[in-house]
Nanobody
Framework: QLQVVESGGASVQPGGSLTLSCTAS????????IAWFRQAPGKEREAISC????????WYADSVRGRFTTTRDNAKDTIYLQMNRLKTEDSSTYYC??????????????????????????WGRGTQVTVSS
């Protein structure tokens, strides 16, 4: 069973940078997709990125494209979310979620379903990011 844990949340000033980590454990020999979501108080959980370990394909929400980047460290089974030029509206609890990829869903990150929180069963507990001066 695949499991994921986030880390790296902190308080930063607007315009600053921060890197979050999502480390997988368990069945990491399987191909999987890692999606990053965020949720601010009183708001719906929002998908912001998806990374596929099949082909390293990526998807980003418009709200973060050009500022956030996902990378992978294979040896550590970790996906990183590098966040640059942070804005106050980026303040949220950030979650990573995982989907095990099979032949039938190998293009997961390119599909609309990858952006739906209800499609994921594997979640981390979240890490808080606060952007404030």
């Amino acid at each position: 069973q695949l499991q994921v844990v986030e880390s790296g949340g902190a308080s930063v000033q607007p315009g600053g940078s921060l890197t979050l980590s999502c480390t997988a454990s368990g069945s990491t020999s399987d191909y999987y997709a890692i999606a990053w979501f965020r949720q601010a108080p009183g708001k719906e959980r929002e998908a912001i990125s998806c990374f596929s370990t099949v082909d390293t394909s990526r998807w980003y929400a418009d709200s973060v494209r050009g500022r956030f980047t996902t990378t992978r460290d294979n040896a550590k089974d970790t996906i990183y979310l590098q966040m640059n030029r942070l804005k106050t509206e980026d303040s949220s609890t950030y979650y990573c979620a995982a989907e095990v990829l099979r032949p039938g869903n190998v293009a997961w990150c390119s599909g609309f379903v990858a952006r739906l929180s209800g499609e994921y069963e594997i979640w981390g507990r979240g890490t808080q990011v606060t952007v404030s001066s």
